[in-house]
């Protein structure tokens, strides 16, 4: 099934189908704010995001977006339990230093998660890795070892499994490559994976 990108991303599309009109909404890594904005003018949801890099928090405060500049891996513990009814994280997880940390407090002050992230099994970054011997570089994954934001490396089966061990509840599982949305094995064929979960 084709996906329609939104602000030229297909995992923003699949993450904006998960979020509701009206909803309080938290947005980990923001970036500029471009995923906020979008959904506070399309959904009109009530954003606010924490983005460690200050020309990023910047340029999302001048897009309107209420921004905390800051590091979201000490700031989380400050928001009451409840605080947000959706908390996102799209493809930061892999740059994050406490990753299950920072997932066990979005389930806490939010009463659902929103986590997005590249999938390191898919088949072009396993045959890059096979066929070069070095750090995979793929279209996705373009960054040398030494530049890459990336300090984790984990698939969708990785995912699956830290779910299970940690008995959290999956509402909704999405899986992207290129602009397909695809269902069957996707530990295999997914470059991007969307969960909703819920403590």
Excluded at 68 to 83: I, K, M, Q, R, T
Aim: net charge positive; with cysteine.
């Amino acid at each position: 099934m084709k996906v329609r990108e939104v602000l030229g991303r297909g995992d923003y599309a699949l993450i904006s189908s998960l979020i509701p009109e009206g909803a309080r909404v938290l947005d980990l890594g923001c970036g500029d704010g471009a995923l906020l904005g979008w959904l506070a003018a399309n959904k009109r949801i009530e954003g606010r995001g924490i983005e460690i890099r200050p020309d990023l928090a910047q340029r999302a405060a001048a897009r309107g977006v209420a921004v905390y500049h800051g590091d979201l891996e000490s700031s989380l513990a400050e928001y009451p339990e409840g605080a947000f009814d959706y908390v996102i994280l799209s493809q930061t997880l892999q740059e994050l230093r406490r990753p299950l940390e920072v997932l066990e407090q979005m389930l806490r002050i939010g009463r659902h998660a929103v986590v997005g992230f590249p999938n390191f099994g898919h088949w072009r970054v396993r045959l890059s890795h096979l066929f070069s011997g070095r750090a995979p570089r793929t279209r996705l994954f373009p960054h040398a070892w030494h530049s890459s934001p990336n300090i984790h490396f984990l698939t969708v089966l990785d995912f699956e499994e830290t779910i299970a061990e940690k008995q959290w509840r999956v509402e909704t599982r999405l899986f992207l490559s290129g602009h397909s949305q695809i269902r069957f094995a996707p530990n295999w064929r997914a470059e991007i994976a969307v969960y909703l979960l819920r403590g």
